[in-house]
């Protein structure tokens, strides 16, 4: 009888840590991106397109190194952690980095928080632009809207809420034994090899279940750097910049409405509009960087019918190329296309304007002194028609009605001497057939 009651006993236990500790999550691939500046919308860009494309089964360290940013792109993050179907571990690394502010409070949204030796974590006070936010600023409801959400993510996570909510009210900040010993961390690691050695066996709670991290024998590790649009996005996405950017917009557009015609401050005020209200999220990514590829190639099509010494051409390559840029996010895109195939469709419109500016430069340096070598001044012609009222001659494609000394006849050759542009006709002499 005794007997009975211990394999019983044994049998609630075993069934009571399966209870405890939940299912197993196996880990099949563990996927490394990088966080090393503010807190922005290009940050929430980067993130979400890289966890859209990663496979449930993985383990996400974001190594970060951030001075703080939005509070409502950190939120969005928050939120875009929550949702995802596997955890997220946030590594501050490397050695001197920091999770200030608003990178804080993404920390203690991640299931695992690590730090690597001389890192710090904290500093989580709200400020406005360059300056604590006063008290009818909305400081107190702002700070107090922040510290429940740390504290509704710790309990959570099974941390102590307590130093969170310290960052918040008091701006405190901790060293990595510091934190370690508050036990708001899971350990204090300096590559890899130790971080996985830690994840091993580890159990974590997502979306109310609990389960126990174990890694595959064959698992594999991977890093995801930010592309070359979204690194170009993180300096426009900062709010100061993209407020430049739109002041500059609307000052080159004023000017453009002074002085009509030329259309250069215009069309490079275009641009930074455009660049400012993708920054400020008033335009969607995606659509404004087709509004870009769409004004860049106006652009080098209004080249051709304004003379503006390549200038249009110049602010076009530039529009195409940053639109190119946000659009398509290469490796990290729902649509890809590689930057090899990006930047050879650049290169061939690059050629293609180099060629025709040097056709132009040609022409002119052959015609000599002309006030606008357009005009077929020099060129030679052919003899299409005869009448009494004159001749017409097909000179560069174009056919002109024209006046001479000589007599001609059909077929004959002839060299433009001038241009009467107000009657449209052109005096022309003989040559030898060729």
């Known amino acids: 009888m005794r007997t009975l009651i211990l394999l019983t006993l044994l049998l609630f236990v075993s069934v009571r840590g399966q209870l405890v500790f939940g299912a197993t999550f196996e880990v099949k691939e563990i996927n490394y991106l990088s966080v090393n500046s503010a807190i922005t919308p290009a940050t929430l860009d980067y993130l979400k397109h890289q966890f859209s494309k990663l496979p449930e089964n993985s383990l996400v360290v974001i190594k970060m190194n951030t001075p703080g940013g939005l509070v409502s792109t950190t939120k969005e993050i928050i939120t875009l952690i929550g949702r995802q179907k596997f955890p997220v571990a946030v590594w501050i690394t490397p050695e001197g980095a920091s999770a200030a502010s608003a990178g804080a409070i993404i920390a203690s949204a991640a299931h695992f928080i690590f730090m690597a030796p001389g890192t710090n974590m904290g500093a989580a006070t709200p400020v406005g632009l360059g300056e604590d936010l006063k008290e009818n600023d909305g400081r107190k409801k702002a700070m107090n809207d922040l510290t429940a959400m740390v504290r509704s993510l710790s309990n959570s996570r099974g941390r102590p809420a307590t130093p969170f909510e310290d960052m918040i009210k008091n701006a405190s900040s901790y060293t990595d034994r510091e934190s370690l010993k508050l036990k708001i961390i899971d350990g204090i690691v300096s590559n890899h090899g130790q971080l996985e050695s830690i994840l091993q066996g580890k159990s974590f709670t997502h979306q109310g279940v609990e389960y126990v991290l174990q890694f595959d024998k ?105 639109g190119s840029l946000f659009l398509f996010h290469g490796e990290t895109g729902f649509i890809s296309v590689e930057y090899p195939v990006m930047f050879s ?90």
Not at 237 to 249: C, E, K, V
Not at 284 to 312: H, K, N, Q, R
Not at 377 to 405: D, F, L, R
């Open 218 to 322: 064959n698992v594999s590790s991977r890093e995801y750097e930010p592309t070359m649009g979204q690194k170009l996005l993180e300096v426009l996405a900062d709010p100061s910049t993209a407020y430049f950017l739109f002041l500059i917009g609307i000052a080159l557009i004023y000017f453009e409405f002074q002085a009509p015609g030329g259309f250069l401050s215009g069309s490079l005020g275009l641009v930074f509009i455009i660049l400012s209200a993708i920054s400020f999220q008033v335009l969607p990514l995606d659509w404004g960087a087709l509004g870009l590829i769409i004004l860049g190639i106006g652009l080098l099509v209004l080249e051709v019918f304004i003379t503006s010494y390549g200038l249009l051409t110049i602010f076009g390559l530039v529009a195409f190329v940053m």
């Open 345 to 434: 469709t650049l290169a061939g419109m690059v050629f293609s304007v180099g060629i025709i500016v040097w056709y132009l430069y040609k022409e002119k340096k052959n015609l000599g002194k002309v006030s606008d070598f357009f005009l077929p001044t020099g060129a030679i012609g052919k003899v299409m028609t005869k009448s009494q009222q004159g001749y017409q001659v097909k000179v560069k494609g174009e056919t002109w009605n024209a006046t001479s000394p000589d007599s001609l006849d059909v077929s004959d050759q002839v060299e433009v001497v001038s241009v009467d542009q107000e009657r449209l006709v052109v005096h022309v002499k003989k040559v030898s057939n060729l």
